[in-house]
């Protein structure tokens, strides 16, 4: 069954007693369904890790491999860099009071009456915070103030906040509105006058100049280490950790905090008995064997061992190739209704595609019913003509290239998921985009001792393709057909089982010049 837990501000609540609530509250829902089913999945999953207890080596050569394999990671230690984690404090809820004078002091929460997103300090102590029915949080706190989402104001100040992390480092790393994280060891290069505690105590200052909110700040020698020390002095506090009680500190921490294990891993160690971090390195013989492909992350965490950012993962590198728009639909009354948020949906998302000067070459439309379920249906919206050159040889004729046309398609793909907004109020207030969750495999210093073999051997084709985009006549051609196709795909769906709609463009391409065109 789903719960809540600890969040900073909730010191004096019962969280016991506002998971029996919500329990209860859950009853006959199908969101209770959904949560059963993936119990129920959890439970096969773990049962059949287990099955693989008695598979376990119990032999010195096993365990020599394996305490090798622990020593070659910690001996490749890079500990020499400075990292800053910066977490805005209830940031949504403190946009609206930022834009609100009067909400200050009372009881405020981001969301809807069905799921909350955020809440402030204020409402935290009556229990209220992201993840929560808002219904529910009105029985906590009746004098609550529920406000719906304006994500676009929050990025709009989320931007404020960026170019103010570029000042201390042009690659800075922010995975979603309300958190980033800096690499201040050539800033403190520059400055030798300046400590880490110095840097985040002028990041505050900046930060609350420039927008008068708040925020959060773990000083250590990994993103991971400073994103957990960040969470410690909540709310507008900072935490520094010296490297030199990294290992000490990681080891105290609940395997909970790890990002990247994920709900189900979680589940898995504690079924075996593990709690904390430090309980992974005495079972890494077990580990090891059982999770594999988790292993390097897993081991990396619990040595303290920083896993730095790769260009790949710096979000100033990132070229957008996807907008996505979706709304809950629980209060529409009619047909009418439904067409007029799918309008204001493919409205927001056409201007940010003229915006960015891209053509999307897809259209994903989203549906969600009622009990959880998805269809995503699939549209191409851009034909393509790959054409192959062969390479004449001595002994070939003259061949002329080939061409091949894609159409239009449309594929139905089931996906039981919750929808977005309850993906981020339980776990974060925007997308996750992770700098550490994923890990690389190694940190700059150390070589990768995993590689990918296959049976197979391929030769290079001597064949040259080249993919031509077929782009529409104009961009109000390239709207229309969005529109219809998005449209045209409820028509055949009563808006009483529609939960959820969206849609997303994906795989942005440049809006091509008329010099391109004619060349």
């Not at 305490?67 to 490749?76: A, F, I, Q, V």
């Not at 006058?193 to 008068?212: H, R």
């Amino acid at each position: 069954m789903n719960s809540l837990e600890f969040k900073a501000g909730m010191e004096k609540v019962d969280i016991e007693s506002i998971n029996s609530m919500l329990k209860q509250f859950s009853v006959g829902t199908h969101f209770q369904e959904k949560l059963e089913r993936d119990s129920k999945r959890t439970r096969e999953y773990i049962e059949g890790i287990l099955s693989k207890l008695n598979e376990i080596p119990d032999t010195e050569e096993y365990q020599e491999k394996v305490d090798s394999y622990l020593t070659e990671l910690t001996s490749k230690i890079d500990q020499s860099r400075t990292f800053i984690h910066i977490d805005m404090d209830a940031f949504y809820a403190n946009v609206e009071e930022m834009d609100n004078k009067e909400l200050i002091g009372h009881p405020v929460a981001v969301g809807s009456i069905d799921m909350l997103v955020t809440s402030n300090y204020t409402a935290r102590a009556y229990g209220v915070r992201s993840g929560l029915p808002g219904l529910l949080a009105m029985k906590l706190c009746p004098h609550l103030i529920i406000l719906p989402s304006r994500m676009d104001r929050y990025r709009e100040v989320s931007s404020i906040i960026r170019n103010i992390l570029y000042k201390y480092d042009k690659n800075y790393v922010s995975p979603s509105l309300d958190e980033g994280c800096i690499d201040i060891t050539e800033y403190l290069k520059d400055n030798e006058n300046l400590t880490g505690i110095d840097i985040a105590n002028q990041l505050q200052n900046d930060i609350f100049e420039k927008t008068t909110l708040t925020c959060s700040m773990g000083i250590s020698c990994s993103p991971l280490l400073s994103k957990i020390s960040s969470e410690i002095n909540k709310p507008n506090g900072y935490f520094y950790l010296d490297r030199q009680y990294s290992q000490e500190f990681i080891k105290t921490i609940q395997i909970k905090k790890l990002p990247g294990i994920g709900k189900v891993r979680q589940e898995l160690l504690k079924t075996l008995g593990l709690e904390f971090v430090s309980d992974i390195i005495e079972h890494r013989y077990e580990l090891y064997y059982l999770l594999p492909e988790q292993r390097d992350l897993l081991f990396k965490h619990a040595l303290a061992i920083p896993i730095f950012p790769n260009k790949s993962s710096f979000r100033i590198n990132k070229k957008k190739t996807m907008i996505s728009k979706e709304k809950n639909c629980k209060e529409l009354y009619d047909e009418k209704d439904l067409e007029d948020l799918m309008k204001s949906l493919f409205d927001k998302a056409i201007e940010m595609l003229l915006f960015e000067n891209k053509y999307a070459t897809t259209l994903i439309v989203k549906v969600q019913d009622f009990s959880f379920k998805v269809i995503n249906y699939s549209y191409q919206l851009i034909l393509t003509t790959t054409t192959t050159t062969i390479p004449l040889t001595t002994n070939s004729i003259p061949t002329l290239p080939i061409i091949t046309t894609s159409t239009i398609n449309s594929n139905n793909n089931n996906d039981d998921d919750i929808s977005t907004e309850e993906k981020e109020c339980i776990t974060k207030e925007e997308e996750i985009d992770s700098y550490y969750l994923d890990s690389p495999p190694s940190s700059p210093s150390i070589s990768s001792s995993s590689s990918s073999s296959s049976s197979y051997s391929f030769k290079q084709s001597p064949c040259k393709l080249k993919k031509t985009f077929i782009y529409p006549n104009n961009f109000n051609e390239h709207s229309e057909k969005i529109w219809k196709l998005f449209i045209n795909t409820t028509e055949n769906i009563s808006f009483e089982k529609i939960r959820c709609i969206g849609l997303k463009l994906i795989n942005l391409i440049n809006i091509p010049s008329i010099d391109n065109l004619e060349n």
